[in-house]
């Protein structure tokens, strides 16, 4: 981090009418993840992605936002984040500014993701040395602006909630809803949705990295609990729970329980909304050929009884809090692994 650099990032963010945080793992150290909230609150400089790789703003605080069209974006800094938009992002007139540890990348060959100034260092260090000079009348407009965009957005989920909640199958946002309520430490490779989760706590959720690991979250969620002696919830799609090596989980949770959740949509979901993305009018997706769309149903989450523990099958929303209820209370008094596998609709 250079002292020029310092000063025109600074007046990039004078001149901003409409910038926009984008971190990503910036949330791995407490310092920088109290940093960051202090620099966003203080500028009310709103926050997309806050929940990343890691929690890295928490999702109950005003600049907390879901929505956000960064075509709109006048500049945009990206905390902590090798690749802060997709490349068809097509917007020459906004500026960019990049904080992190290593903002050029090196590991990624054709990173393609260009920046006009690079802070590189410490995060805290870097947020807190920021002082753009911004006239406070200009902070409260901002400030009720993201205030009322925030409201409609809660007001909108709390309203598909309570729908969601009436249905007869269960949808993967109700769940990640239910999940949130357990006020635990999240591990996740897919399928949670922190918009619905809404984790706020540092160290709080906990994701796939970038460089992939499908299947990661089962044996970090173990990891943790050994280290910090919390209960912990691990939450995968069915997928993600084979790549997570089933029996290798099991014999370590059987001494180390945690509450493993799974979202079973009994077909290929992440592999076939790839397909729908790229080739949006593909013939496996528009009739439904893309291999594995029509799955068998298994109770899969059985293995766990290998292990002395018990699978829980799930198939509406009013039969979650008992499911939870139950798997906690089997983790708390009989030292066993639960398994809730949750039979959910083929969305997200």
């Known amino acids: 981090m250079y002292n020029n650099n310092l000063k025109e990032a600074e007046k990039l963010i004078e001149k901003a009418k409409n910038p926009v ?14 940093s960051l909230i202090n620099f966003a609150n203080k500028y009310a400089i709103p926050v997309i992605n806050y929940a990343g790789e890691v929690l890295n703003y928490p999702a109950d605080m005003p ?18 984040n090798d690749i802060p938009y997709f490349p068809r992002y097509n917007n020459p007139n906004c500026k960019i500014i990049a904080i992190d540890v290593e903002p050029l990348y090196k ?16 995060i805290s260090i870097i947020l807190d040395s920021l002082n753009p000079k911004i006239e406070d009348n200009i902070i409260e407009e901002r400030r009720q602006k993201i205030k009322e965009i925030k ?16 249905r007869s199958t269960i ?8 999940i949130g309520k357990l006020n635990m430490p999240v591990f996740t490779d897919y399928q949670v949705d922190p918009r619905y989760s809404r984790p706020n706590k540092f160290s709080s959720y906990f994701s796939i990295p970038d460089a992939g690991y499908l299947g990661w979250a089962m044996g970090a969620a173990i990891g943790y609990k050994i280290s910090t002696g919390m ?11 084979i790549f997570g090596v089933p029996t290798a989980f099991g014999y370590a949770a059987k001494d180390f329980p945690v509450l493993c959740i ?6 290929w979901l992440a592999s076939a909304e790839s397909v729908k993305d790229v080739f949006k009018n593909s013939y496996a997706w528009k009739n439904n050929n893309f291999p594995g769309a029509d799955l068998k149903d298994y109770d899969y989450g059985d293995i766990i009884k290998i292990f002395g523990g018990k699978n ?4 509406k929303p009013d039969e979650i809090d008992d499911g939870i209820n139950e798997g906690m209370s089997i983790i708390k008094k009989n030292k066993k692994p639960v398994i809730l596998q949750c039979k959910v609709d083929r969305t997200r």
Not at 63 to 80: F, G, K, P, R, T
Not at 107 to 122: A, T, V
Not at 171 to 178: H, T, V
Not at 262 to 267: A, E, K, L, M, W
């Open 107 to 122: 590991n990624i060959p054709y990173l393609g993701i260009d920046s006009d100034i690079f802070l590189k260092g410490d």
């Open 231 to 241: 209960d912990t919830v691990v939450a995968v799609g069915d997928g993600s729970f």
């Open 262 to 267: 799974i979202f079973d949509n009994s077909q």
């Open 312 to 315: 829980i099958i799930i198939e």
């Open 63 to 80: 600049m907390a936002i879901d929505n956000y069209n960064i075509n709109d974006a006048d500049l945009i800094l990206s905390v902590e």
């Open 151 to 166: 409201d409609r957005e809660e007001k909108s989920k709390n309203e598909e909630i309570l729908k969601l909640s009436k």
């Open 171 to 178: 949808n993967p946002r109700y769940l990640s809803w239910k």
């Open 21 to 34: 945080i984008i971190p990503w793992r910036s949330g791995r150290r407490l310092e920088w993840f109290d």
